[in-house]
């Protein structure tokens, strides 16, 4: 697993350069939510990245907005990432405090290739 820190939680993440191997599945989370005023219910996600990923090689990005909840609700959002738009949260309970977190998934089968990701940034409301 590895863990990216924000240092403006209401806008940007920004990471240092990672290099992580895995044999099938990785996985990462921001390292700490960003806290928020108000539930969170559209969030954008926009990830630069070096190249296409081959067709078997998948990657999902998840949105929760309530993050310090003991029953985090994951919401796949990745349609909206690809697409370049906003997606909605349906999510409308967070009873630990309003918050924002992401996770990427990458899953591949029996293909070894370089996924570069050089940023992923996030706006929301």
Same mark, same amino acid.
Not at 31 to 50: A, H
Not at 80 to 93: E, I, T
Not at 99 to 105: F, Q, T
């Given at each position: ?50 190249? =296409?990923?081959?067709? $078997?090689?998948?990657?999902? #990005?998840?949105?929760? !907005?309530?993050? %310090? ?38 899953? =591949?089968?029996?293909? $070894?290739?370089?996924?570069? #990701?050089?940023?992923? !940034?996030?706006? %929301?409301?």
């Amino acid at each position: 697993r590895v863990l990216f820190r924000s240092y403006e939680p209401s806008k940007i993440i920004y990471s240092h350069v990672i290099s992580v191997s895995s044999t099938d599945k990785l996985e990462f989370t921001i390292n700490e939510p960003s806290v928020t005023d108000s539930l969170v219910t559209r969030v954008k996600v926009i990830l630069d990245m070096d190249v =296409k990923l081959p067709d $078997n090689i998948t990657m999902q #990005i998840y949105a929760t !907005n309530n993050p %310090f909840d003991d029953n985090i609700v994951w919401e796949d959002i990745s349609a909206s990432v690809f697409n370049g738009v906003y997606a909605k949260l349906k999510n409308k309970n967070a009873k630990k405090g309003f918050g924002l977190d992401l996770k990427v998934v990458f899953t =591949k089968n029996n293909y $070894n290739a370089n996924v570069i #990701i050089h940023s992923l !940034n996030y706006v %929301f409301y």
